[in-house]
Nanobody, 122 residues
Framework: QVQLVESGGGLVQAGGSLRLSCTFS????????MAWFRQAPGREREFVAA????????TYGDFVKGRFTISRDNVNNMVYLQLNSLEPEDSAVYYC???????????????WGQGTQVTVFS
């Protein structure tokens, strides 16, 4: 059974940085596209970033504007999201997701973690 476990969230001042991690287990990581989404209270789950199996293709939500970077370690079955220049509007629960191909629609991903809270204060 596939399991995704996120970590690295926390409380940070505006302008600060965090690095989120996601551990993938339960089946082969080979060929799996990985993504990050976020969800704030009262809002729909929002696409943040995704990367293909090889890591050579990445795509980001329009709001990212160069502040976040997704990366992956296929040896250790990990995916990361580096968050820089954080703003209070970035406060949300951040979720790791796994699927067959990169998609911006959260409904097309097969597996999800429980999420990690990011709170940015001004």
């Amino acid at each position: 059974q596939v399991q995704l476990v996120e970590s690295g969230g926390g409380l940070v001042q505006a302008g600060g940085s965090l690095r989120l991690s996601c551990t993938f287990s339960g089946r082969s990581f080979i060929g799996t596209a990985m993504a990050w989404f976020r969800q704030a209270p009262g809002r729909e789950r929002e696409f943040v970033a995704a990367t293909n199996w090889g890591g050579g293709v990445t795509t980001y939500g329009d709001f990212v504007k160069g502040r976040f970077t997704i990366s992956r370690d296929n040896v250790n079955n990990m995916v990361y999201l580096q968050l820089n220049s954080l703003e209070p509007e970035d406060s949300a629960v951040y979720y790791c997701a796994a699927g067959r191909v990169i998609r911006r629609d959260f409904r097309l991903y097969d597996y999800w973690g429980q999420g990690t809270q990011v709170t940015v204060f001004s």
